[in-house]
């Protein structure tokens, strides 16, 4: 047998999983068989396993055995060093991210979504109006907004990347000085009315003023 770095192992049992089509939930070979199978040693396959199952490739399942895993950007996020959560450079790239997906996918929802779905959004937007401070809203009914915008594409890998981009900036929040030149829900408010107008140069407009705040807060040096 080949005694091969606990990396190396994890990543024959990923090409395993790609090569034989295993998705999620679908059950894996033991341990001892993965170690014969790939022709490695038994402590290199637990090792590399563990590593997989850090990064949500692999589930492991006490008394049950071996699954592969739902993907998730959880662990991605676990493992982001403490500068991305507090540098204002590397946020400032990841807005410019988080700017291009959602003004590059406004258009595509203006195509699906439906009148109750543009309703569910106004409610949302009454709820920020009604639960404002000095113009900043609820972080959880803002970032439930985004999460309702974007749930007509039904791409779960969207609605992740979004939860990601939430979940960072909530770390970096302390880091960061907020200066707001319009309320937060009158910009979202403005996200639904074009939508409603089927004006794609809108919508996308819309979606950019609404981060303007946000880059501007970046910008500006933390005390």
Not at 62 to 81: A, H, N, Y
Not at 100 to 107: D, N, V
Not at 120 to 126: K, P, S
Not at 180 to 197: F, K, N
């Amino acid at each position: 047998m080949r005694a091969l770095l606990s990396h190396e192992t994890g990543a024959a049992i990923r090409a395993f999983i790609v090569d034989k089509k295993l998705k999620p939930g679908d059950a894996l070979p033991s341990e001892a068989e993965l170690a014969a199978l790939l022709d490695v040693g038994k402590t290199s396959v637990r090792e590399g396993l563990r590593r997989l199952e850090a990064h949500g490739v692999v589930e492991v399942r006490r008394g049950k055995g071996l699954f592969v895993g739902t993907f998730s950007f959880g662990p991605l996020i676990e493992q982001l060093p403490y500068g991305l959560q507090a540098d204002s450079v590397p946020l400032a790239q990841l807005l410019q991210t988080r700017r291009a997906i959602e003004e590059g996918l406004i258009g595509e929802v203006a195509k699906v979504i439906t009148d109750d779905e543009l309703t569910h959004l106004d409610g949302l937007v009454e709820k920020m109006r009604a639960n404002a401070v000095d113009g900043r809203v609820p972080a959880e009914v803002d970032q439930a907004f985004h999460q309702a915008l974007f749930a007509p594409l039904h791409n779960p890998f969207v609605l992740q990347l979004i939860d990601v981009f939430w979940t960072i900036f909530g770390k970096a929040s302390d880091h960061v000085v907020h200066d707001l030149r319009r309320p937060t829900a009158e910009d979202h408010a403005a996200i639904v009315d074009a939508l409603r107008s089927g004006d794609r140069a809108a919508m996308t407009d819309a979606v950019a003023r609404h981060f303007e705040d946000l880059q501007r807060s970046l910008d500006t040096p933390s005390a």
